[in-house]
């Protein structure tokens, strides 16, 4: 009889009393497929080797994936992340160890591209000091003519990276009749064209943008990307959104340059320290809508990263390349296909 091929999922899929943290990740799927087995790990961060050592594949939610995650057996073929972010995964580690790196793009694209029209919308409608105005009834109406919302068609929406989030934007904006820019110096040509994005320098970027929103991913070359000197090229009416990471915005320049009012406001679904510091100034202000790093988080994105991780398992399970691999260099090695054939030879390709 053929082993199963058994699937971990980590300790943090289950509450204390064992009910699922995600009710809306549906593990049927995953349970009732031919051949699996499938087991919640003991909560453990990072998790440690020898719980892993008589598994294939890994479901990791929050719990950190280090090198002393890595099992000895071998036997580990695929850790895929509950979400994009994998700054809790130790890559090289992975890499190293013949391990594919699978996240979730499929899952969030819709729901974070949702959360930044959200704020776009909020922060152009005045949503927030409408809702506080109405609640203090007669001296609220009176003022109601000093908060006039911007409204949207011809204004000009831009945006920091064109991937898989900031294109999904571009596409559920199109009926707005905005004009559409970005920066990405990697940006897929062919995407730019045809939703009919202009793509620009980034000093154009931070000057033309009536909306600004940022979604690239964090790294060396982005921390701090939106500082003090590109915030003072926006126009005192822009807004500047951010879904992306906290730390690609300086945050203490963006505070300054709300109080200063040099531009009209923001939206942050992120921040540079999540939790924040409860004395953080940018937490006083009238003319920031917050969000605890959740904005995306609804039942379609919780189901939807959980039904891609179940696809990626599944797919490895059957000798089939996952999608959504960030180490693809694993792809090449020949410790890697050979596992994967085997795989195929065990429960058909
Ligand atoms: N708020 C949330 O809950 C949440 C959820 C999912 C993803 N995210 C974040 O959203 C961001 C975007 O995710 P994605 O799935 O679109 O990633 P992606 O990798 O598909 O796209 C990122 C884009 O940024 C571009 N880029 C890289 N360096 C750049 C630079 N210096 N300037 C401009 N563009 C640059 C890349 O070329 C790419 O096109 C990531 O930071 C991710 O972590 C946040």
Known sequence: MTAPFRVAL???FRKADGSPTFPDFDLAPLMSAPGVEAAFLESASPLRAEQLEDFDALILLAHRFDAGSVPASGRLAVVARFGVGYDTVDVEACTNAGIALVITPDGVRRPVAVSIVTLMLALTGKLMVKDRMTREAAPGYARRGEHMGVGLVGR??????????????????QPFDMTFIAHDPYADQAVAAELGIELVGIEELFRR????????????????????????????????INTARGPIVD?????????????AGAGLDVLEDEPPD??????????VILAPHALCWTDQCFAGNGAADVRAVLDVQHGRVPRGVVNREVLESEAWKRRLADYGRRFGG
């Open 156 to 173: 000009t929406l831009g945006s920091l990276g064109i991937g898989n989030i900031g294109a999904e934007l571009f596409r559920l904006a």
């Open 10 to 12: 980590s300790g943090d």
């Open 251 to 263: 945050q203490k320049a963006l505070t300054a340059a709300l109080q200063a009012r040099s531009i």
């Open 278 to 287: 409860p004395d953080d100034p940018i937490l006083t202000l009238d003319n």
């Open 209 to 240: 943008a009536d909306v600004l929103s940022v979604s690239c991913p964090l790294t060396p070359e982005t921390r701090h990307i939106v500082n003090a000197e590109r915030l003072a090229l926006m126009q005192p009416s822009a807004y500047l």
